[in-house]
């Protein structure tokens, strides 16, 4: 005996598109997966801020944002990664000024050595009406800076010998970051400038390829670079800024009230950021002292004042960028 029902398809298909209009009104839409980059490992000031940058966004957005961060630099070098993040293929990102100078001419005046006096003016001036300026420069290259983070004072270190004066570093090859301003900067102290990744500064110091780098404490302690380099000298030349910055297109995809969830956990990113630089860059300059590290106080003026020709260039190569240059002066 046969059941007496058949499955009329006609009547399958109305059910299946009545389950499917149901489902689409009761379901969340679909979430935004986040990739974020990160150069830091774990631990590092800047990788707990967007630790906590990730668990803010995707829990007060009720998961319709959901970020990861990748730490380490595993997506990529800084100059690809920011590369990535103008074009939405990464989300989000924290960026050093540095080496973004080659993409966003204007962010190049925050790259000028000793431009600002000590980090709390630096912090005054990108906190301020200033800021906004290089976030707008920024967002013409697709990237919403939605807040700065500190990256202390970076100062030449070097595995062969004290440096006191500028004479000290002659011939000496140091490793900058990718931006011309840098290889200028270490050529006019008489040194030999390498741009090169991050990642590949430890095995270069170490075969001798390089002889030095500059950075600042809890960057020279986390690369390991303390183990290899026992000069540490205190030029203090560059203090940059650094953004949690998004990718242009996944911000133009958010609402309103998602913008504001994201910027406003951005900012709670800096806060927190910022309260563990402090510490952080005290508890490293203490630890590579008692690894074995010799600090060495330098002469800055003589320092400075090699740097002059480097800005007499910038501005008669960029003129339009000297009111910029002008304004962070007086801002101090
Ligand atoms: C660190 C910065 C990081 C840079 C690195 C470098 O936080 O963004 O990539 O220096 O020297 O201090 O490349």
Redesign the pocket.
């Known amino acids: 005996m046969s059941i007496g029902y058949s499955l009329n398809p006609v009547h399958c298909l109305q059910a299946a598109a009545v389950v499917g209009m149901l489902a689409a009104m009761t379901m969340p839409a679909q979430a935004d997966n986040w990739r974020g980059w990160n150069?830091?490992p774990q631990g590092y000031p800047?990788s707990e801020a967007l630790d906590s940058f990730v668990k803010e966004v995707t829990d007060k957005t009720d998961g319709r944002v959901k970020a990861k961060i990748f730490h380490n630099g595993v997506l990529g070098d800084?100059p690809d990664a920011i590369e990535q993040t103008r074009s939405g293929a990464l989300n989000f990102a924290n960026?050093?000024m540095g080496?973004m100078g080659p993409i966003v001419p204007e962010t190049n005046v925050l790259s000028l050595p000793f431009l600002f006096k000590d980090i709390d003016a630096m912090h005054k001036v990108m906190d301020g009406e200033i800021g906004q300026r290089f976030a707008d420069a920024l967002e013409r290259k697709n990237l919403i800076a939605l807040s700065w983070f500190d990256?202390g004072a970076r100062s030449v270190y070097n595995t062969k010998r004290a440096i006191n004066e500028p004479e000290d570093m002659q011939g000496l090859k140091v490793r900058v970051?990718n931006n011309d301003l840098y290889v200028e900067m270490i050529d006019a102290l008489g040194g030999n400038a390498t741009p090169m990744a991050?990642g590949e500064v430890y095995q270069s110091l170490k075969t001798g390829v390089l002889d030095g780098a500059e950075?600042?404490f809890p960057?020279f302690e986390s690369s390991g670079h303390d183990e290899i380099a026992k000069y540490f000298s205190e030029t203090e030349h560059l203090i940059l800024p650094?953004c949690l910055c998004i990718a242009k297109r996944s911000w133009d995809k958010l609402s309103d009230q998602d913008q504001r969830i994201v910027r406003q956990a951005a900012l709670d990113a800096a806060t927190l950021q910022r309260q563990l630089w402090q510490e952080s860059s005290k508890q490293s300059r203490e630890d590579v002292i008692a690894a074995g590290v010799e600090i060495n106080e330098v002469d800055k003026p003589a320092f400075q004042a090699k740097m002059e020709p480097i800005y007499a260039a910038f501005v008669k190569k960029h003129p339009d960028l000297e009111p910029l240059l002008n304004d962070i002066r007086n801002a101090q």
């Open positions: 150069v830091h800047n800084q960026f050093n080496p990256s970051m991050y950075n600042n960057s650094e």
